[in-house]
Nanobody
Framework: QVQLVESGGGLVQPGGSLRLSCVRS????????MGWYRQAPGKERELVAT???????NYADSVKGRFTISRDNAKNTVYLQMNSLKPEDTAVYYC??????????????WGQGTQVTVSS
């Protein structure tokens, strides 16, 4: 059962902006890192950005200076602000959350993906 729900994808012109959101529903003991991957047609999934529970961030070189990841721990939500979008940013974007369960086990949960298309 998918418990990460993404929103905010769509069609945008080059140079435009989009903001993706990903909400983790349901009760969870703790969420450590959250982040975003993307997968373009015919390409492997690549890491876009990550953020720790303390707010430390990391970005792929291809998006540095254009994308900003943030999170709201109280809402179990991670965001990806994407500016100066390029056609090569076109992909399905997936969020993830590294979770610690009440049992003490940990796992990585994934969203269902949201399509971002950059085209004129």
């Amino acid at each position: 059962q998918v418990q990460l729900v993404e929103s905010g994808g769509g069609l945008v012109q080059p140079g435009g902006s989009l903001r993706l959101s990903c909400v983790r529903s349901g009760s969870i003991f703790k969420i450590n890192a959250m982040g975003w991957y993307r997968q373009a047609p015919g390409k492997e999934r690549e890491l876009v950005a990550t953020i720790t529970s303390g707010g430390s961030t990391n970005y792929a070189d291809s998006v540095k200076g254009r994308f900003t990841i943030s999170r709201d721990n109280a809402k179990n939500t991670v965001y990806l602000q994407m500016n100066s979008l390029k056609p090569e940013d076109t992909a399905v974007y997936y969020c993830y959350a590294d979770e610690v369960l009440y049992t003490g086990d940990d796992r990585r949960s994934w969203g269902q993906g949201t399509q971002v298309t950059v085209s004129s």
